[in-house]
């Protein structure tokens, strides 16, 4: 009888254990598992500069959505974003690629715009702003083709 009741608690142990793995696993990686709460908007990229599925999109250096996903449509990048229920985007926003440091992670800006109307969901951001090609400028600069 005390055999069976150890080995039922060190089971217990263990599935509690991978319960909390999970756990934490889903959170730090910022997954969701039973889908997010808000709602989608698109954003048409010349390039996506190595952006990645699962990014930050920030409004005035606050985390607003994250990017859920990035597919080719006529030869652009189709970014969809995730965006926080409360959030509100109008219709002249502008959606930027940013970098965090020279060398660090790629994120979404989105820059506020003064229009009254609010792009509904499943709506579409119409002025973009592909990234800066630190290696184009860099090129440019060393051949003396920079004003």
Request: contains cysteine; hydrophobic residues 40%; charged residues 25%.
């Amino acid at each position: 009888m005390r055999k069976l009741d150890l080995e039922l608690a060190v089971g217990l142990f263990v599935i509690a254990g991978i319960v909390c793995l999970g756990y934490l696993s889903i959170k730090l990686g910022k997954m969701e598992v039973f889908g997010g709460q808000g709602y989608e908007i698109r954003a048409i990229f010349s390039d996506s500069g190595g952006l990645r599925s699962g990014s930050s999109v920030q409004i005035a250096g606050v985390e607003v959505g994250r990017v859920k996903k990035i597919t080719l449509a006529d030869y652009q990048a189709e970014i969809v974003i995730q965006l926080s229920q409360d959030v509100e985007i109008q219709e002249d926003a502008i959606a930027s690629i940013k970098t965090k440091g020279l060398i660090g992670e790629k994120y979404v800006e989105i820059t506020p715009g003064g229009a009254e109307e609010i792009i509904p969901p499943g709506g579409k951001i119409r002025d973009t702003q592909p990234p800066v090609d630190f290696e184009e400028l860099v090129s440019q600069y060393v051949f003396g083709k920079v004003k």
